[in-house]
């Protein structure tokens, strides 16, 4: 069993596969030849201490370049050493991608510090003060509306343990007896009773029927509507602080000026899903906290009196007001309508290990999501071009290829450039100050009335482009994120006084990695890491330059690969062990592993 991925189908760019390959079939062997030959070298296993860092990674990233150790108080240079001198002439770096499909290993590192992240946000640690624990927490499900019927599978009531291995009976998919087909002749009715993994979820009845125009519409305005979403529910909160008599609080700003504020804000946490049918929906840790007019950035409870209740009332409110038209747009001059759909879940966390959704579960179920993309639609590839466009857009073909081309056709420009020759000329500007002239097309700034940028043989090569505020069409995105079916956002986004950043988690591993062989204290993670500056300090700076994308061979990659996949079932193994001698060992006593 090789423990590599094998190519991605219709891949389009550099680097999507489980190596590089950049040299010939080694000494005529396959993959398990050119492994043998590799451990076959007196330098096999200095060559695995070499690229342990990235062993675990798909696609590593090769550097090339030089070391140099300096001493910090002098500036004189200890040490020098050059990548041609190390094992494959390369430091190995993991890739860091995020997405499970594209590199298992680095997408799990991300998970772990998603989780850790959210997690903090709820009992504290990592920075944050565990005080967090008494403020009250939602965990908010906001769905997309209805484009189309698609068919579903629906439970009423659940019998099984496990919602993510359920196994229940379903109820029919459509089940109408009032109307057999709809107006292009399709079904309109479905009495299958579909069970999990059915390929068949999420497709619509009638693809004809479907909107998929506004279902992309929707997914590249979402972000807006989330933010607008959460400034309603923050109003929400600070009226009824207004009409329970809590007085607003004066802060001082960075400027010397003072202000007044709401009593009460939300710090939420969001991962994005997209759901089979194509459509995002959100899942969100919403916290409620106070403001400490001395130190804004404090994170203080909420005033006395504020619930959970009312956290949940605020949201359903919001959810529900919210909504707003976008822009006009030639094929729809009124725009399209965003709003949320009719499922919302809103359940309240506790921290105590009590209750349905607790800390753990909601912290573990949104890094889990933040590993995805676009997998559930059955889709994947990389960002298209005007020469890729055509594999995968088809206005007659499936679902997932009439949303790609509705993000290609409606993010098309909407408007003609007009020709140089036929733009009016400016009078010429006296010595001195000399305005900027803004293109009309693509809002480009220029001391010239003539924009370099919009030339007819650059033109099509720019439709793929990202827009630019001053150039007014906001649909021009679409066309960017076609092959996120529109979504162009993070897949998980946070408020800055939520938790700790990503940062510091891995600044604090590397801090770790670098002192685990050390008999000193290693540095903690209450704050961000620091160095031990001493006499004996020293710096290594590096000039180094990409030099490739993957593993040499194939046979590298299964060595390299199946070393870590041993290494994390030790650690995997060592956790297990640990967690239940801690879980055995009686009241009162430390285990000595502890």
């Not at 950043?501 to 540095?523: M, N």
Request: proline share 7%; aromatic share 6%; with cysteine.
């Amino acid at each position: 069993m090789a423990s590599t991925l094998d190519l991605t189908s219709r891949a389009s760019a550099r680097g999507v596969g489980s190596n590089a390959d950049t040299t010939a079939t080694v000494y005529g062997y396959t993959a398990a030849g050119s492994a043998f030959q590799r451990a076959q070298q007196p330098d096999y296993f200095g060559w695995i201490e070499h690229v342990r860092a990235a062993a675990g990674c798909t696609r590593p990233i090769r550097l090339a370049g030089s070391l140099h150790t300096v001493e910090p108080a002098t500036g004189r240079i200890l040490d020098s050493r050059h990548t041609d001198a190390m094992p494959d002439a390369a430091i190995y770096k993991a890739c860091g991608n995020r997405r499970s499909r594209v590199c298992p290993a680095c997408a799990q590192t991300y998970q772990r510090d998603a989780f850790q992240l959210l997690r903090a946000g709820l009992v504290g640690g990592k920075g944050v003060p565990d005080s967090v624990a008494g403020h009250p927490a939602v965990f908010a499900t906001f769905t997309a509306p209805s484009f189309g019927t698609v068919h579903a599978r629906v439970v009423k009531r659940h019998t099984c343990g496990n919602r993510r291995r359920c196994d229940c009976r379903a109820e029919p998919c459509h089940a109408r007896r009032d109307t057999g087909l709809c107006v292009h002749g399709r079904p309109a009715v479905c009495w299958a009773r579909h069970e999990q993994g059915d390929t068949a979820i999420g497709r619509p009845l009638c693809l004809d029927c479907y909107d998929h125009a506004h279902q992309v519409v929707w997914n590249i305005f979402s972000g807006k509507l989330w933010h607008r979403t959460k400034q309603a529910a923050e109003r929400w909160l600070a009226q009824l602080a207004h009409r329970r008599g809590i007085p607003r609080v004066e802060i001082r700003t960075a400027s010397g000026n003072t202000r007044t504020v709401a009593p009460v804000r939300l710090s939420p946490g969001k991962v994005a899903e997209l759901q089979a049918r194509g459509a995002v929906h959100f899942h969100a840790i919403t916290r409620l906290d106070g403001v400490d007019g001395q130190n804004p950035d404090a994170i203080v409870p909420p005033p006395a009196g504020f619930t959970v209740v009312d956290l949940v009332n605020a949201l359903r409110h919001a959810a529900r007001q919210v909504t707003f038209h976008t822009p006009a747009h030639p094929d729809r001059p009124d725009g399209w309508p965003i709003t949320w759909g009719e499922q919302l879940d809103l359940e309240p966390i506790t921290t105590d290990g009590t209750g349905e959704v607790t800390d753990s579960l909601v912290a573990g179920y949104l890094a889990k999501y933040a590993t995805k993309s676009t997998e559930a639609t059955g889709h994947t590839s990389t960002r298209l071009t005007a020469d890729t466009i055509g594999e995968y857009a088809d206005p007659d073909g499936d679902h997932t290829a009439r949303l790609i081309d509705a993000c290609w056709h409606i993010g098309r420009p909407n408007s003609t450039p007009e020709p140089l020759s036929e733009r009016p000329r400016e009078p010429r500007p006296r010595p001195g100050f000399v305005p900027r002239w803004q293109c009309p097309d693509c809002g480009t700034h220029t001391r010239y009335p003539a924009c370099p940028v919009c030339v007819a043989d650059r033109q099509a090569a720019l439709d793929a482009e990202t827009t630019k505020p001053a150039s007014g069409n906001p649909y021009t995105r679409l066309r960017r994120w076609a092959h996120m079916l529109g979504y162009g956002g993070h897949f998980l986004t946070k408020a800055r006084r939520y938790s700790v950043t990503f940062q510091l988690l891995r600044d604090t591993r590397v801090q770790f990695r670098r002192h685990e062989h050390q008999d000193h204290e290693h540095p903690t993670t209450a704050g961000p890491p620091t160095e031990q500056v001493d006499e004996d300090t020293t710096l290594t700076v590096g000039t180094l330059h990409f030099a490739g994308v993957g593993w040499h061979t194939t046979g590298d990659a299964l060595l390299a690969n199946t070393a870590a996949a041993m290494a994390r079932e030790r650690r995997t193994t060592g956790r297990e062990e640990l967690a239940h001698e801690l879980a055995t060992t009686p009241a009162g006593s430390t285990p000595a592993a502890a």
